[in-house]
T-cell receptor, first 116, second 115 residues
Framework: KAGVTQTPRYLIKTRGQQVTLSCSPI?????VSWYQQTPGQGLQFLFE???????NKGNFPGRFSGRQFSNSRSEMNVSTLELGDSALYLC???????????????FGPGTRLTVL | AQKITQTQPGMFVQEKEAVTLDCTYD???????LFWYKQPSSGEMIFLIY??????QNATEGRYSLNFQKARKSANLVISASQLGDSAMYFC????????????FGQGTELSVKP
């Protein structure tokens, strides 16, 4: 069974630009979550999508947005990039079990974004 | 308030010895899950082990076991027979089931295995 895939793996952008990152979950998984990892702030939750709907959102500005497609693939978009957006962006997929539980969560390899 | 606390920023262990990585958590939810992940220098987060709050037995996965003490709100990871490839960052995380798939992470523990 293929794992979680993320594209691209590395990205270099300049301030003010926008970027779109993609995540394909494990087959059969319906929940996709996104995380930002920086040396200063650690791992922070961005948002979670389940059945094409945002189910949960972290404390990030509106420049960060996402969506999920009918095949559970997800994209996140960051507009008007700032230097502080440089980070490793990780997505995780999980089964959406009964009662809202998510079960085990598996991460992709991440996209390393550098903003110059 | 910090919900996941890992008090050991760095640890050393001799190859083939066992090591315990500490994790305490804080939640008022009755239903929650606790996770441990390994992150090598490549950056990928590798799932190691999961413990549900209602699980009566401590979780085990190969050389990994989770010492779950619910009353003390601790979920320590025990790695038996350490290997050089175990050198990495280790993160404890919690999911409160009322919040869907959102994971809250600790700051991590950097484990170095010495030959």
């Amino acid at each position: 069974k293929a794992g979680v895939t993320q594209t691209p793996r590395y990205l270099i952008k300049t301030r003010g630009q926008q970027v779109t990152l993609s995540c394909s979950p494990i087959s059969g998984h319906r929940s996709v979550s996104w995380y930002q990892q920086t040396p200063g702030q650690g791992l922070q939750f961005l948002f979670e999508y389940f059945s094409e709907t945002q189910r949960n959102k972290g404390n990030f500005p509106g420049r960060f947005s996402g969506r999920q497609f009918s095949n559970s693939r997800s994209e996140m978009n960051v507009s008007t990039l700032e230097l502080g957006d440089s980070a490793l962006y990780l997505c995780a997929s999980s089964l959406a079990l009964a009662g809202g539980l998510s079960g085990e969560q598996f991460f992709g390899p991440g996209t390393r974004l550098t903003v110059l | 308030a910090q919900k996941i606390t890992q008090t050991q920023p760095g640890m050393f262990v001799q190859e083939k010895e066992a090591v315990t990585l500490d994790c305490t958590y804080d939640t008022s939810d009755q239903s929650y899950g606790l996770f441990w992940y390994k992150q090598p220098s490549s950056g990928e987060m590798i799932f190691l082990i999961y413990q549900g709050s209602y699980d009566e037995q401590n979780a085990t996965e190969g050389r990994y076991s989770l010492n779950f003490q619910k009353a003390r709100k601790s979920a320590n990871l025990v790695i038996s027979a350490s290997q050089l490839g175990d050198s990495a960052m280790y993160f404890c995380a919690m999911r409160e089931d009322t919040l869907g798939g959102k994971l809250i992470f600790g700051q991590g523990t950097e484990l170095s295995v010495k030959p």
